[in-house]
Every structure is written in C-alpha cells, then in structure tokens.
C-alpha cells in the first residue's frame, strides 16, 4: 500500500481544478490495473468540484507501475473556465508519496464505532460502518467511512493515523514539514512526466 498526495502547491484556481481532473483519471487507471484507490483526504477550492490537494492510498500488486506514471509534475494544458480569453493555457500540478510509519502495536490505538454520515442512502444510516481512530498517547484521531465494511475503514484509519503521526513527528524534527512545505508551494514547470489537455483531461502520451 503506498501514499499518493496530489497538489497544487500555490498555483492558481486552475490547478486546483486539474487536481480534481487528475484524482478522476489516476481512479481510472487504477481500477483498469486492478489497484484499488481510497480517498482519505481532501482540502477543497475555492469553486464547486475543486481540490487544493488529496491524499489517497493505493492497494494492488500494479500500485508501483501506476505510481510510477504518476509521480513528478503533472501538465494540463487548457483554457481557464474562469478567465477567458487569458493567454495562459498551461497549468502544473504535483504528485508525490509520503511514506506511513511503521506498523503500531494494537494496543496503542483505540477504536470507535459509529454511524456513517453523509451521501450513502439508507445503508448508510442504519450500519456502524465508520470507524474512529484515537493514537492514545497522543490524542491524535481520525475518523473513516469510506467503506461500507467496517474491517475495511478499520484498516483505512489506521493507515491514516500512521500518516498523522509521522508528520508529527517529522514536523517536530523539521525534515518532513519542510519537504511537504516545498512541496506545497513549489511544482516544477517544466520536466512534467505526464501531459493532458482539455476539458476532458486526455493524455498526451
């Protein structure tokens, strides 16, 4: 299982756009590798249907053939939707992984059970599917419902609670809160590994 995060670190409202368009296409690729993608983060834009950045995780024996057409910089080449007539038609975005930490004991993490909320219908409503993760000695939780499978959201929030933790402890020795913080605000423009245009987000390659 690896880390995905897809960013687009300081770049203007058309990146957080081609974020979204890249979460779609990566779950499309993913899905015809048999690679299964689940969202365990997403910090939204400022219009309807956009993504400052998400965190996802991949599961497949293909996971690091899919990670490796993905990771680097990422072009898009299209029109903005918002300012037309602009002459700028190219926008760059960022993948990257971030390692989980080392597997935690049982014992140091306590689980709640409790009822999905949000989109789902009835079966939402009336299972315990969603977990909640507290890292006792911390207090750092999380909470997942992506999965109607209890097992499945178990395993999804302890997978995330790693994440959390490692970031505060690479935070509190300032390598990884620099690295992300670079990543977030910088994607290189230009050496792009992968190249799509349009509204429909076609690959170039």
């Given at each position: 299982?690896?880390?995905?995060?897809?960013?687009?670190?300081?770049?203007?409202?058309?990146?957080t756009?081609?974020?979204?368009?890249?979460?779609?296409?990566l779950?499309?690729?993913?899905?015809?590798?048999?690679?299964?993608?689940?969202?365990?983060?997403?910090?939204?834009?400022?219009?309807?249907?956009?993504?400052?950045?998400?965190?996802?995780?991949?599961?497949?024996?293909?996971?690091?053939?899919?990670?490796?057409?993905?990771?680097?910089?990422?072009?898009?080449?299209?029109?903005?939707?918002?300012?037309?007539?602009?002459?700028?038609?190219?926008?760059?975005?960022?993948?990257?992984?971030?390692?989980?930490?080392?597997?935690?004991?049982?014992?140091?993490?306590?689980?709640?059970?409790?009822?999905?909320?949000?989109?789902?219908?009835?079966?939402?409503?009336?299972?315990?599917?969603?977990?909640?993760?507290?890292?006792?000695?911390?207090?750092?939780?999380?909470?997942?419902?992506?999965?109607?499978?209890?097992?499945?959201?178990?395993?999804?929030?302890?997978?995330?609670?790693?994440?959390?933790?490692?970031?505060?402890?690479?935070?509190?020795?300032?390598?990884?809160?620099?690295?992300?913080?670079?990543?977030?605000?910088?994607?290189?423009?230009?050496?792009?590994?992968?190249?799509?245009?349009g509204?429909?987000?076609?690959?170039?390659?």
């Amino acid at each position: 299982m690896m880390l995905l995060q897809i960013s687009s670190a300081q770049g203007p409202d058309e990146c957080t756009l081609a974020v979204r368009k890249a979460l779609g296409r990566l779950i499309q690729e993913a899905t015809e590798l048999s690679v299964i993608v689940d969202i365990l983060e997403e910090e939204r834009g400022q219009h309807i249907g956009t993504l400052r950045s998400v965190l996802v995780a991949i599961q497949g024996e293909s996971e690091r053939q899919l990670f490796n057409h993905w990771n680097g910089t990422i072009k898009w080449i299209c029109e903005s939707p918002w300012r037309k007539g602009a002459g700028r038609k190219n926008w760059f975005i960022g993948v990257t992984q971030f390692e989980p930490m080392q597997e935690m004991m049982e014992s140091d993490i306590r689980f709640e059970r409790s009822k999905a909320s949000g989109p789902g219908g009835q079966h939402v409503n009336k299972t315990e599917s969603a977990v909640r993760a507290v890292h006792i000695a911390s207090g750092i939780s999380v909470k997942v419902q992506s999965e109607r499978s209890q097992h499945a959201n178990r395993r999804l929030a302890r997978l995330l609670l790693g994440y959390k933790l490692r970031q505060l402890q690479s935070m509190q020795q300032a390598q990884f809160k620099a690295k992300r913080r670079l990543f977030h605000h910088q994607v290189e423009r230009g050496n792009a590994v992968r190249t799509f245009i349009g509204m429909k987000f076609i690959p170039q390659d």
